[in-house]
Every structure is written in structure tokens, then in C-alpha cells.
């Protein structure tokens, strides 16, 4: 008798997980981001992946609006970071948790000094690598490690000097390398996002290939914007092809 109530009471448990994380889905996609935290958070103590990793988005997301003060945001930031840490302990095998939790480190490294972030660039790239491992059709996860990679590759050359007084190898990369990750999130995925197109773009420009900067620029600019972001990068976009 004992076995049965167990497994009814977790059936009924996953069952209620199932429903919240459907609803969560759908305020996700209305970007419903106050409303999505405020379901998430009530089951912040849930052992159940899939619902951690996206109350660490939605923290995130809330964290990032702009009628959020410094202070909360400070706040949202470590909180985010705590929830995909528990979804990883949840479940190592889940993509989505090591991607965010990935993105969660690197979120807090706004408030941390360059030892910790540089330290945090080690973490960072091994949970998107796993993530990728994980689920290598989610083009997010690549563009991510492109981005990583694009970003250590413009290291200015003092942060490279702290960086080589800190540790013996500092995190190194390069144009090539972010290119091959925005190409791979591109092929995974044809224009899933307007920021992967202008980073293609980007990197070309940096590697002095103007005819294909040309192509992915002109992409990035012609992409439909939806968010505000899309906004910026075609933005950008347009700055930089006149630039050229
Ligand atoms: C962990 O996540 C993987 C991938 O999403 C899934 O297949 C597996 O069932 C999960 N394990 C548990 C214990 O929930």
C-alpha cells in the first residue's frame, strides 16, 4: 500500500510540474517576464530540473528589464545563478541547465573582480561545451561559445597582461574559432537569431573578409525585428556596412 500512495503522490507531482512548466512556456512566449517569475518563484524549492533552469532564466530576464533598480537586480542576478546551480545538481544530463548556468556565472561576473570573472571563463565555456555535448542541435548553446570566443579574442592587451599574471593559462581564443562556432549555430539552426547573423558579420570584418562581413551584415539588417534587441543589431548592422 505503502508503494502505491508513493507512486501516485509522484505521479501527481510530476503531473503538477508538467502544467506549471506548460504555463511557464506560455508566458515565456508572450514575454510575460514579471508574471513568469512570480509562477516560477512559488516553486523555487521543486527538485525538478526543468523547472529550475527556466526560474533561472526568468530571474534573469527580470533582472535584465529596465524597471528594475540596481539593487534588485544585483539581487536577481545571484538568485538566477543559485537556481541553475540547483538544476545542474538536479540533473547533470539537462543541456539547458549547463547553458544556463553558464549564462547565469557570467551574469555575476558584473559584480565580481577580473580574478573571479577570468577564473568564471573557464566554468563558463566547459558548461556551454557540455551543453552543446548535450543537445547539438541548439543553436543558442553554439552562438554562446562563439560569443565566448569572439569575446577573448578581442581581449584588449592589458586585460591579456592581468589575465597572464593570474593564470598560467589564461583563456585564449580567436576570430576563426567564434566564426567555425557561429557557423555551426547557423547550420543547427537558419536564422534563429539576428545576433548570430551580425557576429558572422563581425568576425568576418575582423579577418578582413569584406565580402562576406557584406553578406552577414546585410542579413543582420534585413532580419525582422521583433524584440528590442533585434532592433539593435540591425542598428549595428547598418552602422557597420556604411562603415565598410
Ligand atoms: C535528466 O535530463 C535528461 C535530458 O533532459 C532526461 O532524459 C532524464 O530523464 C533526466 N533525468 C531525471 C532523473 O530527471
Known sequence: ???????VSTTLILFLVAEVI??????????????????????????????????ARA??????????????????????????KKALEKNESNFAAHKWYAICISDVGDYEGIKVKIANAFVIKEHFQRAIELNPKDATSIHLMGIWCYSFAEMPWYQRKIAAMLFATPPTSTYQEALRYFHMAEEADPNFYSKNLLFLGKAYLKLNNKKMAL?????????PAHTEEDK???????ELLNSI
Open 1 to 7: 500500500l505503502h508503494t502505491i500512495c508513493f507512486s
Open 22 to 55: 506548460e504555463q511557464a512556456d506560455y508566458l515565456y512566449g508572450s514575454g510575460e517576464t514579471e508574471k513568469l517569475y512570480r509562477l516560477l518563484v512559488q516553486h523555487k524549492n521543486s527538485e525538478d530540473a526543468e523547472l529550475l533552469w527556466r526560474l
Open 59 to 84: 530571474s534573469r530576464d527580470l533582472a535584465q528589464l529596465s524597471s528594475t533598480s540596481a539593487e534588485e537586480k544585483r539581487q536577481l542576478v545571484y538568485e538566477a545563478l543559485e537556481y541553475a
Open 215 to 223: 553578406l552577414w551584415l546585410s542579413k543582420a539588417k534585413d532580419y
Open 232 to 238: 539593435q543589431v540591425q542598428k549595428e548592422a547598418l
